[in-house]
């Protein structure tokens, strides 16, 4: 039996985009675990392909996660679209979990939404779910427990405006350009989004390197629809100037917002409104603390506004400045679900044909990679905490999974080489290691 103390060890966090130390979550009593294998975000693959071709390995993971916490039911969430997926897992389940078959709507992924979908339950505004004796863990996480060894791969979706969509399990450290080469881009010119369409970020630099949390690299053409929303949204200045010249106030991303929906105070709306009368910059303000609840899911920005404004991020340069300037929300949450919830869900298929997707294929089989990095860039935050410190310097040789940096007994995750090579290069961010090639080769074998 495996402790949190391995986990930790191991550098394990939550892979599904927030990096969570799972050591944390994993040391907490509760009553329901839920395994989160919604993946709501469109053009993403590798949890299900995770499920379909490393299933014992899960499902030891499970197992001891279930220990750890000593829950005594488990709920495997899962889009029922993928039936086939879930008539082979549902073999394996037994007497160790249940399968909850969950509609095809964005964000059925969110921790709070699929908390709600699978138990009926509603997480407290500002509460985590183990207030509700709920731990949630994603799909790949739950592999790296069951796996039992440094985090030294992450598995990701290369998909979009691609030949081959495909799912793959890479060396963390390698560079985004060397993983997308591998799916043949369409076109020379194109931007990233790393992450989901939804909820994810244009890389800058496609020479950054992968990390445990990376889920996604979705290609598209320069000019696509999502690719200008996503330049605009991240440029203040732009998001509050648009805001101010054309909000009609007609609420459509607060009756939208799934937060609101289970009685959050949330209210992009409010948000907007506040914006008009403003100087178009965002302040302190605690009528605007609301925006703290705010789950950054993307949906009313790239959903709900008819106008095609930003409320998301209006509300979150507005959660920014509130939580610097340590001002907490002092109204009333009704944490209770709105009656007409079940109609108010997004479905998958509006939110593809509506952000420009369906030309795109949507698919991605987990294929191997077969290309051998010369160097590894690890960096020293990939996780929510404190970042690793190195315990290595230029020149040393290291090993495959050899521990190169730590947090100590900070919160954080410990950092592995993935491949023995030399170091060559370190800083307060990073770790380069030039590898040997024989030991560059992502082992795809079960476990």
Same mark, same amino acid.
């Given at each position: 039996?495996?402790?949190?103390?391995?986990?930790?060890?191991?550098?394990?966090?939550?892979?599904?985009?927030?990096?969570?130390?799972?050591?944390?979550?994993?040391? #907490?009593?509760?009553?329901?675990?839920?395994?989160?294998?919604?993946?709501?975000?469109?053009?993403?693959?590798?949890?299900?392909?995770?499920?379909?071709?490393?299933?014992?390995?899960?499902?030891?993971?499970?197992?001891?996660?279930?220990?750890?916490?000593?829950?005594?039911?488990?709920?495997?969430?899962?889009?029922?679209?993928?039936?086939?997926?879930?008539?082979?897992?549902?073999?394996?389940?037994?007497?160790?979990?249940?399968?909850?078959?969950?509609?095809?709507?964005?964000?059925?992924?969110?921790?709070?939404?699929?908390?709600?979908?699978?138990?009926?339950?509603?997480?407290?505004?500002?509460?985590?779910?183990?207030?509700?004796?709920?731990?949630?863990?994603?799909?790949?996480?739950?592999?790296?427990?069951?796996?039992?060894?440094?985090?030294?791969?992450?598995?990701?979706?290369?998909?979009?405006?691609?030949?081959?969509?495909?799912?793959?399990?890479?060396?963390?450290?390698?560079?985004?350009?060397?993983?997308?080469?591998?799916?043949?881009?369409?076109?020379? #010119?194109?931007?990233?989004?790393?992450?989901?369409?939804?909820?994810?970020?244009?890389?800058?630099?496609?020479?950054?390197?992968?990390?445990?949390?990376?889920?996604?690299?979705?290609?598209?053409?320069?000019?696509?629809?999502?690719?200008?929303?996503?330049?605009?949204?991240?440029?203040?200045?732009?998001?509050?100037?648009?805001?101010?010249?054309?909000?009609?106030?007609?609420?459509?991303?607060?009756?939208?917002?799934?937060?609101?929906?289970?009685?959050?105070?949330?209210?992009?709306?409010?948000?907007?409104?506040?914006?008009?009368?403003?100087?178009?910059?965002?302040?302190?303000?605690?009528?605007?603390?609301?925006?703290?609840?705010?789950?950054?899911?993307?949906?009313?920005?790239?959903?709900?506004?008819?106008?095609?404004?930003?409320?998301?991020?209006?509300?979150?340069?507005?959660?920014?400045?509130?939580?610097?300037?340590?001002?907490?929300?002092?109204?009333?949450?009704?944490?209770?679900?709105?009656?007409?919830?079940?109609?108010?869900?997004?479905?998958?298929?509006?939110?593809?044909?509506?952000?420009?997707?369906?030309?795109?294929?949507?698919?991605?089989?987990?294929?191997?990679?077969?290309?051998?990095?010369?160097?590894?860039?690890?960096?020293?935050?990939?996780?929510?905490?404190?970042?690793?410190?190195?315990?290595?310097?230029?020149?040393?040789?290291?090993?495959?999974?050899?521990?190169?940096?730590?947090?100590?007994?900070?919160?954080?995750?410990?950092?592995?080489?993935?491949?023995?090579?030399?170091?060559?290069?370190?800083?307060? #961010?990073?770790?380069?290691?030039?590898?040997?090639?024989?030991?560059?080769?992502?082992?795809?074998?079960?476990?």
């Amino acid at each position: 039996m495996i402790s949190t103390v391995d986990i930790k060890e191991w550098g394990i966090v939550g892979a599904g985009g927030a990096g969570f130390p799972t050591y944390v979550k994993l040391e #907490s009593k509760a009553k329901i675990f839920i395994v989160n294998a919604a993946e709501c975000e469109p053009l993403l693959h590798k949890d299900k392909e995770i499920l379909e071709h490393h299933t014992e390995v899960f499902f030891k993971g499970l197992d001891q996660c279930m220990a750890l916490t000593g829950a005594q039911r488990c709920i495997i969430g899962i889009k029922a679209k993928y039936a086939d997926l879930i008539q082979k897992i549902q073999s394996c389940c037994a007497d160790r979990a249940e399968i909850f078959p969950l509609q095809d709507f964005y964000p059925a992924g969110d921790e709070i939404t699929l908390i709600y979908e699978t138990t009926a339950r509603v997480v407290a505004a500002g509460q985590l779910p183990i207030s509700e004796e709920i731990v949630v863990q994603n799909v790949e996480t739950i592999y790296n427990v069951g796996r039992g060894q440094p985090v030294v791969t992450t598995f990701l979706t290369v998909g979009g405006d691609v030949e081959q969509p495909m799912s793959l399990e890479v060396p963390i450290g390698v560079a985004f350009k060397d993983v997308i080469a591998h799916a043949r881009p369409k076109s020379d #010119s194109f931007a990233v989004i790393v992450g989901g369409p939804m909820m994810g970020c244009l890389a800058e630099n496609l020479n950054w390197p992968v990390s445990k949390t990376t889920g996604g690299l979705l290609v598209f053409p320069v000019d696509h629809p999502l690719i200008r929303r996503y330049e605009t949204l991240s440029v203040e200045s732009q998001v509050a100037f648009i805001g101010k010249a054309a909000c009609d106030q007609c609420a459509m991303c607060t009756e939208l917002c799934p937060r609101n929906l289970l009685g959050h105070p949330i209210q992009p709306h409010i948000a907007m409104r506040k914006l008009l009368f403003s100087k178009g910059t965002f302040t302190p303000d605690a009528g605007e603390a609301h925006t703290l609840y705010c789950c950054e899911c993307n949906l009313c920005t790239l959903m709900a506004c008819p106008e095609g404004l930003y409320p998301s991020q209006v509300c979150m340069f507005n959660k920014r400045e509130l939580i610097q300037a340590k001002v907490p929300y002092e109204g009333m949450a009704l944490n209770r679900a709105h009656p007409l919830i079940g109609y108010r869900r997004t479905p998958i298929k509006k939110v593809m044909a509506r952000l420009g997707l369906n030309r795109f294929v949507n698919q991605g089989p987990l294929l191997p990679f077969k290309f051998q990095p010369e160097t590894l860039t690890i960096l020293l935050r990939q996780h929510i905490g404190a970042p690793a410190a190195p315990l290595v310097q230029a020149g040393d040789r290291v090993n495959a999974e050899q521990k190169i940096a730590t947090v100590g007994e900070k919160l954080g995750a410990e950092i592995h080489a993935p491949s023995a090579g030399q170091v060559m290069e370190v800083t307060e #961010s990073h770790i380069v290691i030039a590898t040997d090639a024989t030991e560059a080769t992502v082992n795809h074998s079960e476990g």
